[in-house]
């Protein structure tokens, strides 16, 4: 067991592990119960997982907001209860005369802004509980659509009824419900196989370690230095740190748009500020 230090970790996550499972790991590995993670990830999915500790817990909303990539697979002609393979199949279609073209085409209709249904097995809260937990217990859940953002999906290869795809999408996109939709596009069906997070931001699953790695050395990234990467910085004086870390108001400064890392002379992370209504506010304080 290690002594936590205020950081985050990356893991690759496994199969078969809730994010929830995946957090008290590290906090035993940490030794703190302040550990909390940034962007759930399904059972059924792997890869990279954010996960904070210490301090670096009031980062994870800043970074689970961050555009994703993903390698995700999805199989025609089947539908399920989740959209997913750990799901009751609810209907099968033949999907042997959907061509590579229509594939391909149908699959350019869902880049860009798209309005989007949640998966009704989703961590979406409706009336206080969350979605997944009305639907398992037998209650009927209608999620209402939301605006989501699909940089880029493309089809990578295709094996029959599978078909690999690569996903660039804005926080709150279900890829799960792509591969649903696809397939009513499609008026086949389809529903999703497997699924792996590559990257969060400016983070890559390159660096993850999985579990047993961060049992053998545990690797935690400098939370100054996570901020560094993610936002930009501005370097302030002790006195200007002394004042962001009381929370007070400041002059403004020409400062970048949206949340910027104030840094202190000795390379600590003071705070995350925002300069607006003429002020520089600070948003998170971390000192």
């Known amino acids: 067991m290690t002594t936590a230090t205020d950081g985050v970790v990356l893991v690759d996550k496994p199969s078969g592990w809730t994010s929830h499972d995946v957090v008290a790991r590290v906090r035993k590995l940490a030794g703190t119960r302040r550990v909390g993670h940034a962007g759930t990830l399904d059972p059924m999915a792997t890869g990279l997982l954010i996960v904070g500790v210490g301090r670096a817990t009031r980062l994870l909303g800043h970074l689970a907001a961050r555009d994703k990539d993903y390698d995700a697979t999805m199989r025609l002609g089947v539908v399920t209860s989740t959209d997913d393979a750990e799901g009751e199949e609810v209907s099968r279609s033949d999907a042997a005369d959907v061509s590579d073209d229509v594939l391909a085409s149908t699959v350019a209709k869902f880049v860009g802004d798209i309005d989007q249904v949640p998966s009704t ?166 000192t």
């Open 121 to 286: 097995v989703s961590a979406i809260k409706v009336d206080g509980v969350r979605a997944y937990k009305k639907a398992r217990s037998g209650e009927a859940v209608a999620l209402a659509a939301r605006r989501v953002h699909v940089a880029e999906l493309h089809v990578l290869a295709r094996r029959g009824d599978d078909v690999d795809l690569r996903v660039t999408c804005s926080t709150g996109t279900y890829v799960r419900a792509l591969a649903r939709d696809i397939g009513a596009e499609l008026g086949v069906g389809a529903h999703l196989t497997a699924l792996r997070r590559t990257r969060i931001g400016g983070f890559t699953i390159d660096a993850a370690r999985t579990l047993d790695e961060l049992a053998s050395q545990f690797v935690i990234q400098p939370i100054a230095e996570v901020a560094a990467r993610t936002f930009p910085v501005w370097q302030v004086d002790d006195e200007t740190a002394k004042r962001l870390g009381m929370g007070q108001r400041l002059a403004p400064a020409g400062l970048a748009a949206g949340p910027v890392a104030a840094v202190s002379p000795d390379g600590s992370l003071v705070a995350l500020v925002e300069e607006r209504d003429d002020a520089i506010r600070p948003v998170t304080v971390f």
